[in-house]
C-alpha cells in the first residue's frame, strides 16, 4: 500500500487543483485547529510568501520536487524572516541573519515553510517537555508525550497538518518522536545532510533529519536536502541520495538482529511488532541474521558524555552579549551569569554542568576519553556486523509513548528511553524508523539502520515493507 | 647580589597574524579596517548554527614557516577548543590547536652584531585571533569589536634559550624578519601582526633547574620586549635576594611606567576544558603538498647573506645589509644578475637607492628605477662612459622620469670625455693661460693639480674622465720642467 501524499498534494498543485498558496492556508488552517498539539512555536507566514512566490516560479519552470507544498521546521534551525528561538527562553526573540543550508534547499526545491516547530529547549529531551513554549502533545493520546526533541515536527506530520517537516537527531530525536507518533522518520549518514544552520548540540552526532507519513516521502525531501557542502567541514564530499528503482521483494537482503537492543528496557508490547515486522520482512525474501554488538551496553553513558561535553562548549557562546536575552548586572562576568543563569532551562543545565565536567582537568581522561574509545569500539563493532548482514532491524524506542510527566525528576531514567537510537549517532550510521503496529492503541516502531551511505538502501526496504503494510496510512482518530 | 650575578632563562611565545586575505575560519575579510564590526561576518560573531572551515592559505602558511626553521611537519594536526568566557571571545571558546600542532620542533639562529646564537623551538600552531574591547570610550559601557576576531595567528613556541633581554629582543627581529621573508605576514608591529608573551626565570648557573616563571603577556614592540624583561628579571632578582620565592603568575607591561604587574597567579589559572574541535576534522597534510610547498620556498635571509660573500666578495656587513628584507635582496641580486661589477651594484644599491627610497617613502620593489634601469647606469659606470659623480645626478633624473640611463646620457650629451687627445688640448689651454700657478706647482706646490683638473672639468662641463684628466694634468705639468 505504497503512498505518497506529498507527491499527490504536489501533483494536486502542479494540476492546478490546489496552489501553493492554498496548501499553505490549508495548513495554517489545520495547525490552528490543532493549536492543543502545541505543535507549532510560530506561524511564518511572512516567510511563507517568500516561499510561495518562489515555489510558484519553480512549478512554471517545471523544476520543483517539493512542488508547493507545505513543510514544518523544527525551531532549531536558522531560517530567515522568521525567529529562530531554540524553543529557549534566552533566543525567544532571536533572529538569524543567515539561512541554513537545509532550509535553502528546501526552498530551492519548492517547498514552503508555513511554521517553526516545536523542540526540547536546544534539542535536549527525549520527551518535548522541556521547551520554553511549553509541552508539545501526541496527536494519538494528548496526555502522552509525542517525544522528543523533534517534538513539534512529528506532531504536526501525525495530525496531518503538514506532509513533511524537517527535524534533527543528536540521539534520536527523529526517530524516537517518529515511533511515539506513528510516523516515518530518518536521520541520514552523518554529513549527507549539511549542519550549516543547525543550531549545535553535539556537533559529531546531529544531522537533519525528515519526518513523513511515508517512506516515499522522505525520499523525496532527503533527495532534496542531502549534499556535500564546502560550508560544513564534516559534510561527505559524496553526499547525496543516489537514485535508485525500487526493488519489489526483499531478496537477498540480510537483515541482522541484534540481541543487545532488544535488551534494556525494551518492553514486551514494543519487541512483540517489532519481530513481526522482521518476520514479515523474511516473508518479502529477507534473510536473518543473528548478531552481537557487545559495546551497544556502553552507549547511554558514551552518549551522554560526548553529547553533553560537545553541548557545553556549543553552548557557551549564548552569553547574552551579541545577541539573545541580556541580563543586567554589575560587571561582565555578572552579566554573563545572569544571562545564562536566567535563559536556560533546567534540561540545558544540567548537560551544560555534565559536559563541562567530563571535560575538566583530572576528569577528562576517566569520562571524555573513555567515552570515545568505547565510541571507537562500537563503530568497529559497526563495521564487522555489516559485513555481515546489509542492514539492522530493532525497536526504535524501548517502550510506546509514555505519559506526560512520567520522568518527573529522574532525568537519568528518560535517558534510558534513547538505548535503540543513540547507537547510530555514535556510529554515524543512517537509520530511520517507520511504524510497524499498535500496542493498546499506541503506535510501535520499526529501526532500520543501516551502513554508512546506505540510507537509499534503508528507504528502499521501508518502501517494500509499506508497500505490503498499512501502519503508516493510519491517523490518529481526531485528525482524519 | 644584584641582577648581574643572576642568570635569565627567557622563552617567548610569538604570535604572528598570517598574511591571508580571508580569516582562519570564515570567509570574511582579513584586511585591517578602522570602521568596527565591519569585516566581521556571522561566524565571527559567533552566530547559532555556524560552523568553521579551515583556510588552506593559512595552513600553507605555516608550512612554510615550519619548512624554513627545519622544523617537523605534521602530516596530521588536530584543532582543539579552548574554553573561556570573556566578551571579546564569541564563541566562548578558542579554536586552537593543542595536543596535536601542525609544526613540531625547529631551529632559528640569530645574528645580533657580535653575538650568533640558536634558539630551539618546541612547536608553532594555528590559531584564530579574538575581537577587541574598548572601554573608555563611553562612560559605563564596554565596545566591542569583532574585525580581528577569527584572524589567522601562528603561535610560535621557543624553548626557554635566550640569555639576556637584548637577545630576547634579537630573536623577535629575527623571527620578524623570516615571517616577512617568508611572506607570511605583513609585519606590521603597530596594528600587532607580531605579539610576543615572554617567559622570564632567573637561576645563577646553566647547570641550575629552572627558576619559578613569570609571564609577561602582549608585549607589541621589541623595545618593550627588552623592557619588560629587564624590568621582571630586576624584580625577581629582588624578590630571591630578599628570600622570597616567586610565585608563577602572568603578568602585564604598563609601557608609560615600564613596570610589570601582576594579572593572575598560577592558582586561579583557568581550566580551559581543550578537547578535540568536532566541527573540524583532522587536519591532512600530505606529502605531496609538503613537497610542493618546499619547492616554493624562497633562498632563506641566512643562505643569502652567505651567498653574498661567497659569490660577490661582499662584506658582511654589506652582506648583511642587502639580505635585510626580500625585496631588497631581490632588487640587488637582479642589478647584480645584469652589472658586470657586483660590488659596484651593491655599493649602489645599499647606498643611493636606498637613500632615495627612504626620502621617497618607498621600496626597492615599487621603485621607479627598476634593477634593470638601475644595472643600465652602473654598466655605464663600469665602462667609463659616465664618472660616478655623474652617476648620481643621472640616477636622480631616471628617478624623475622613469627613462633608462643611456637614453638621459645620449639626450643631455652626458657622456664622459675620455679622449686623451682632447682632454690634452683643454690642459693644454689652461696651462698656457696659467704660467703662475705652473710656475708654483713646479716649485713643489702640488696641490695646484686640483686647480687645473678643476679648471679643465669646468671647461669640459664636467664630463671629463676625472681619473684620466687627473692622470693627464699631472704628466703634462711634470713635462712642462
Known amino acids: 500500500m505504497n503512498s505518497s501524499p506529498l507527491a499527490a498534494l504536489a501533483g494536486q498543485i502542479a494540476a492546478g487543483e490546489s496552489s501553493p498558496e492554498k496548501a499553505a492556508a490549508d495548513a495554517c488552517a489545520a495547525i490552528d485547529r490543532a493549536a492543543v498539539l502545541n505543535a507549532f512555536i510560530q506561524i511564518t507566514e511572512k516567510r511563507a510568501a517568500t516561499d510561495i512566490e518562489r515555489a510558484e516560479q519553480l512549478i512554471d519552470s517545471g523544476n520543483s520536487p517539493l512542488g508547493g507544498v507545505p513543510v514544518a521546521v523544527k525551531d532549531i534551525i536558522c531560517t530567515l524572516e522568521t525567529r529562530t528561538t531554540c524553543a529557549s527562553k534566552l533566543l525567544a526573540e532571536f533572529t538569524s541573519p543567515y539561512e541554513a543550508t537545509v532550509t535553502g534547499l528546501l526552498a530551492k526545491a519548492g517547498a514552503v515553510v508555513v511554521g517553526k516547530t516545536n523542540l526540547d529547549e536546544f534539542a535536549m529531551g527525549t520527551t518535548g517537555e522541556h521547551s520554553a513554549f511549553g509541552a508539545t502533545r501526541n496527536p494519538w493520546d494528548r496526555q502522552r508525550v509525542p517525544g522528543g526533541s523533534s517534538s513539534g515536527s512529528a506532531a504536526a506530520v501525525a495530525a496531518r497538518l503538514v506532509v513533511a517537516a524537517l527535524g534533527t537527531d543528536t540521539g534520536g530525536s527523529v526517530r524516537m518522536p517518529a515511533a511515539y507518533c506513528g510516523i516515518c522518520g530518518i536521520k541520514p549518514t552523518y554529513g549527507m545532510v549539511s549542519r550549516r544552520g543547525l543550531v549545535a548540540y553535539g556537533s559529531s552526532l546531529d544531522q537533519a533529519g525528515v519526518f513523513a507519513s511515508a517512506a516515499a516521502d522522505l525520499r523525496i525531501v532527503l533527495a532534496a536536502i542531502a549534499g556535500h557542502d564546502p560550508g560544513d567541514s564534516t559534510s561527505r564530499p559524496d553526499a547525496g541520495l543516489a537514485e535508485t528503482v525500487l526493488p519489489e521483494n526483499l531478496n537477498g537482503i540480510r537483515i541482522g538482529v541484534v540481541e543487545q537492543l532488544f535488551g534494556q528496557g525494551v518492553s514486551d508490547e514494543v519487541a512483540g511488532p517489532v519481530r513481526a515486522a522482521i518476520g514479515q520482512m523474511q516473508q518479502l525474501g529477507a534473510s536473518i541474521v543473528k548478531l552481537e554488538i557487545e559495546s551497544i551496553r556502553h552507549a547511554i553513558p558514551a552518549y551522554y558524555i560526548i553529547a553533553c561535553a560537545e553541548a557545553a562548549s556549543n553552548l557557551s557562546r549564548f552569553d547574552g552579549i551579541r545577541y539573545g536575552s541580556r541580563a543586567s548586572g554589575e560587571d561582565i562576568e555578572q552579566v554573563i551569569m545572569r544571562s545564562r543563569s536566567q535563559g536556560f532551562g533546567a534540561e540545558v543545565k544540567r548537560r551544560i554542568m555534565l559536559g563541562s565536567f567530563v571535560l575538566c582537568h583530572g576528569y577528562i581522561d576517566a569520562y571524555y576519553r573513555k567515552a570515545q574509545q568505547l565510541r571507537r569500539k562500537l563503530i568497529d563493532e559497526f563495521a564487522s556486523a555489516f559485513a555481515q548482514c546489509d542492514l539492522i532491524a530493532a525497536p526504535a524506542a524501548p517502550t510506546t509513548a509514555p505519559r506526560l510527566g512520567e520522568f518527573g525528576d529522574d532525568p537519568v531514567r528518560m535517558y534510558g528511553q534513547d538505548v535503540c537510537t543513540v547507537p547510530a549517532n555514535l556510529a554515524g550510521l543512517p537509520a530511520l524508523s517507520i511504524p510497524c503496529g499498535f500496542a493498546a492503541g499506541l503506535p510501535v516502531g520499526l529501526q532500520l539502520i543501516g551502513a554508512k551511505m546506505s540510507d537509499a538502501l534503508l528507504l528502499d526496504c521501508a518502501q517494500v515493507y509499506q508497500g505490503k503494510t498499512d501502519f503508516h496510512l493510519q491517523v490518529p482518530p481526531e485528525y482524519q | ?481
Open chain 2, 1 to 481: 647580589m644584584a641582577v648581574q650575578d643572576w642568570q635569565m632563562v627567557i622563552g617567548i611565545e610569538t604570535h604572528v597574524q598570517l598574511a591571508t586575505r580571508a580569516k582562519m575560519f570564515s570567509s570574511a575579510p582579513a584586511a585591517w579596517c578602522e570602521q568596527p564590526n565591519l569585516q566581521a561576518n556571522e561566524l565571527d560573531f559567533g552566530m547559532p548554527g555556524t560552523l568553521p572551515v579551515a583556510n588552506q592559505a593559512a595552513v600553507d602558511m605555516a608550512v612554510r614557516f615550519g619548512l624554513a626553521v627545519d622544523a617537523r611537519i605534521a602530516t596530521v594536526s588536530e584543532f582543539a577548543r579552548k574554553h573561556y568566557f570573556y566578551p571579546d571571545l564569541p564563541k566562548g571558546y578558542q579554536i586552537s590547536q593543542f595536543e596535536h600542532p601542525i609544526i613540531n620542533g625547529g631551529l632559528i639562529t640569530v645574528a645580533d652584531d657580535d653575538d650568533q646564537f640558536a634558539v630551539r623551538l618546541v612547536r608553532a600552531h594555528l590559531e584564530e585571533d579574538a575581537g577587541k574591547l574598548t572601554h573608555d570610550m563611553r562612560p559605563g559601557k564596554s565596545l566591542a569589536d569583532y574585525n580581528r576576531a577569527g584572524l589567522p595567528l601562528l603561535e610560535i613556541v621557543s624553548e626557554p634559550d635566550l640569555r639576556s633581554a637584548r637577545q630576547a629582543a634579537a630573536y623577535g627581529r629575527t623571527l620578524h624578519k623570516l615571517v616577512r621573508w617568508l611572506q607570511i605576514c605583513d609585519g606590521n608591529m603597530q596594528e600587532g601582526s607580531l605579539r610576543f608573551d615572554v617567559n622570564v626565570s632567573l637561576r645563577h648557573n646553566e647547570s641550575d633547574p629552572l627558576g619559578t616563571r613569570c609571564e609577561i603577556k602582549n608585549l607589541n614592540s621589541f623595545r618593550f620586549v627588552e623592557q619588560a624583561i629587564e624590568n621582571e628579571a630586576a624584580r625577581q632578582a629582588q624578590l630571591l635576594e630578599a628570600g622570597e620565592s616567586i610565585i608563577q603568575q602572568t603578568r602585564l607591561f604598563d609601557t608609560t611606567s615600564g613596570q610589570t604587574r601582576a594579572m593572575r597567579s598560577k592558582e586561579d589559572a583557568q581550566d580551559y576544558r581543550y578537547f578535540p574541535d568536532p566541527d573540524l576534522l583532522p587536519l591532512r597534510i600530505d606529502e605531496q603538498t609538503i613537497e610542493k610547498i618546499r619547492r616554493g620556498m624562497p633562498e632563506l635571509p641566512d643562505a643569502c647573506r652567505q651567498r653574498y660573500i661567497d659569490q660577490y666578495g661582499l662584506s658582511p656587513y654589506d652582506a648583511g645589509v642587502l639580505s635585510a628584507e626580500r625585496g631588497l635582496a631581490t632588487y640587488f641580486d637582479e642589478v647584480a644578475r645584469q652589472c658586470p661589477d657586483a660590488k659596484l651594484a651593491a655599493n649602489w644599491v645599499a647606498g643611493d637607492l636606498l637613500a632615495l627610497c627612504n626620502s621617497a617613502g618607498t621600496t626597492p620593489a615599487k621603485a621607479p628605477v627598476t634593477a634593470a634601469m638601475l644595472a643600465g647606469l652602473l654598466s655605464r659606470i663600469a665602462d667609463q662612459t659616465v664618472s660616478g659623480k655623474m652617476g648620481k645626478e643621472i640616477l636622480a633624473k631616471m628617478w624623475q622620469s622613469q627613462k633608462p640611463a643611456d637614453e638621459i646620457i645620449e639626450g643631455e650629451g652626458l657622456s664622459q670625455i675620455s679622449d686623451a687627445g682632447q682632454l690634452q688640448e683643454v690642459l693644454a689651454t689652461i696651462i698656457e693661460k696659467n704660467p703662475k700657478q705652473v710656475q708654483q706647482y713646479q716649485a713643489g706646490k702640488h696641490k695646484l693639480l686640483g686647480f687645473f683638473v678643476g679648471q679643465a672639468m669646468k671647461e669640459t662641463g664636467g664630463q671629463a674622465n676625472p681619473q684620466q684628466l687627473n692622470e693627464l694634468a699631472k704628466r703634462m705639468l711634470d713635462e712642462q720642467k
